[in-house]
């Protein structure tokens, strides 16, 4: 694996998650690696990983991002997290990185149950910074090339029976995955001109709902490995 990209001076990333159990060997190689100068902070000479756990949810990691980015000093962001498939071909256990996200149920539920988004109904324009045709790209999406690219899907409540299933991949077709943050990254980072990556590991199918099927632990295991040697990349030998 090579770094991402390269930079000329002390790099600071931003790590956020929604939980810190997704992240958790992460943390452990952090605290064992770098020096641990806040609660959330750890650094040499060479790297500063900022800790940044949003909560779940649009709302949470919206806030928390934004205030953070608001303060500066960021170079690149790194969302990680597990996230649902509606592509069986994404098994659980693989890390992919999010090329594109949407909104998947910002809008109204109509009188025979369709859902009808934000921007047909006219409240936004389809092309409003930072939207193109309604979606919101990663243009640095291609610097992570050892990753599979995949396009997201955000909800604020992930689909959990047959109808619904089939009703959200009726109207967005081209989702491969669905999280209840990644939307809310691309925006801030987008609007905030800060580099930024989204990685998730499949931790189960997008079908009825069965919490028995989920492979959370393989998840987790496999994301953390993928982070650690991004991370590494940051980090002379002799470090």
């Not at 770098?34 to 649009?58: A, E, H, P």
């Not at 256990?93 to 149920?105: A, H, L, P, T």
Request: glycine share 8%; proline share 6%; with cysteine.
């Amino acid at each position: 694996m090579h770094a991402v990209f390269s930079h000329p001076k002390k790099m600071h990333i931003l790590l956020v998650a929604a939980t810190p159990f997704e992240v958790a060997p992460t943390i452990s190689f952090l605290e064992s690696t770098l020096k641990k100068t806040s609660d959330q902070i750890f650094q040499n000479n060479s790297l500063s990983v900022q800790l940044l756990i949003t909560g779940v949810g649009v709302m949470a990691t919206a806030w928390h991002l934004s205030r953070t980015l608001a303060v500066g000093g960021v170079d690149w962001v790194i969302n990680a997290g597990v996230a649902g498939s509606f592509d069986q071909l994404l098994q659980p256990g693989k890390v992919v990185q999010v090329i594109s996200e949407r909104f998947g149920d910002l809008g109204v539920e109509e009188a025979d149950g369709r859902f009808t988004d934000i921007f047909e109904l006219g409240l936004i324009n389809l092309n409003q910074p930072p939207f193109v045709n309604g979606v919101l790209y990663n243009p640095a999406a291609g610097e992570t090339p050892f990753l599979p690219a995949v396009k997201g899907l955000t909800v604020n409540r992930v689909h959990g029976t047959a109808t619904s299933i089939a009703s959200i991949r009726e109207k967005f077709p081209e989702a491969q995955i669905e999280t209840m943050e990644g939307a809310a990254i691309f925006y801030g980072c987008l609007l905030a001109e800060v580099p930024f990556v989204e990685i998730r590991s499949i931790s189960n199918y997008v079908e009825p709902r069965n919490r028995d099927a989920w492979e959370l632990g393989l998840a987790i295991e496999q994301l953390n490995a993928v982070l650690i040697a991004m991370l590494q990349e940051f980090i002379p030998p002799n470090q």
